[in-house]
C-alpha cells in the first residue's frame, strides 16, 4: 500500500508539477526516475547520502527536456533525504521509478 501511494503522489507532482518530496520514499522513487534519463551509478541499495551526493552531482549536467523533467529535477533538488531512513521500500520504489514512463508534453 505505501509504494503505491508513494509511487502515486510523485507522479501526480511530475504531472501537475506541485508540491515537493517529503521523505525518502518519494525520493528513491524520483531517483529511480532520474536514473533513467542520466549515466547512474547509484541505484536502490545505495545509502541516503550517498545518493543525494551522486544525484546532485548528476543534476549539475542535466539538461531537462520538457516540463515534466525540469519539474522533476526541480523537484530532486530541493529535498535533502532523512540520512537514517532506507529499507526495503525504499529499493522497491527506486526500482519501480526506474520504469516511470514521462506523459506526453502539450503541444
Not at 10 to 38: A, P, T, W
Not at 75 to 101: H, M, S, V
Amino acid at each position: 500500500m505505501v509504494p503505491l501511494l508513494t509511487q502515486q503522489s510523485v507522479d501526480h507532482k511530475i504531472r501537475f508539477q506541485m508540491s515537493v518530496i517529503v521523505g525518502n520514499y518519494e525520493y528513491y522513487y524520483i531517483c529511480g526516475i532520474f536514473s533513467q534519463l542520466v549515466e547512474a551509478d547509484w541505484n536502490g541499495d545505495t545509502p541516503p547520502e550517498e545518493l543525494m551526493e551522486k544525484v546532485q552531482k548528476a543534476l549539475e549536467a542535466f539538461s531537462p527536456k520538457g516540463k515534466y523533467q525540469e519539474y522533476l529535477a526541480y523537484l530532486i533538488r530541493r529535498y535533502e533525504p532523512n540520512l537514517e531512513d532506507q529499507d526495503e521500500n525504499t529499493r522497491f520504489l527506486f526500482e519501480l521509478g526506474q520504469n516511470y514512463q514521462f506523459p506526453e508534453e502539450d503541444a
